[in-house]
């Protein structure tokens, strides 16, 4: 089924060849410019509708679908982090823990907590303070109270998402 068209594709192609020359009085001579233009076109015809027909056989007349193409080695971090750019993920590879252990962690991970505004809204909506502000965020943080920005923070936990929060 797949020759047919191949095939009536270069009927086509030869019929326009032998009407791009018009025969000539010199045309009969071997080695006139008509004659060896003609040959040329002819074995060029020739050489595509062989290889069509060759594809068609093997299969190979269309492009790779884009999952058939094997997924890229990676050797380098900054490869590696440009693919993952590329993706969509914009956490640069790291992983962020919103329940740290330690109370220095905690703090740590509050402190940057405060510096994204949906996550401090978020979390001033859990204390009572609809627009809390930056400065009273670390304020609190720095007082030792950081479960309000841990908590708000595990509600927008977003691996793919820069520093790991999500937006509202």
């Known amino acids: 089924m797949k020759l047919l068209p191949s095939l009536i594709a270069s009927v086509m192609l030869s019929a326009t060849c032998t009407l791009a020359f018009a025969p ?5 001579i071997v080695g006139s410019a008509d004659a060896i233009d003609e040959r ?5 015809e ?21 999952e058939a193409i094997p997924e890229q080695k990676v ?33 740590r991970r509050a402190m940057v907590g ?12 859990s204390i009572g303070n609809a627009r809390l502000s930056e400065k009273d965020c670390n304020q609190l943080v720095m007082k030792g109270d950081s479960d309000f920005m841990l908590g708000a923070l595990r509600k927008l936990d977003c691996p793919s998402c ?7």
Request: aromatic content about 10%.
């Open 24 to 28: 000539s009085p010199r045309s009969k």
């Open 75 to 107: 050797y380098s971090s900054n490869a590696k982090n440009f693919m993952r750019l590329g993706e969509g993920d914009s956490s640069g590879g790291s992983v962020y823990d919103n329940n740290p252990t330690s109370p220095k962690a905690r703090a």
């Open 162 to 168: 820069p520093y790991g929060i999500g937006e509202r």
């Open 40 to 44: 040329e076109c002819h074995r060029r």
């Open 114 to 125: 405060c510096k994204n505004g949906s996550a401090r809204s978020l979390a001033g909506e």
């Open 46 to 66: 020739f050489l595509k509708t062989g290889s069509f027909v060759v594809a068609s056989i093997f299969g190979f007349d269309g492009v790779k679908p884009a």
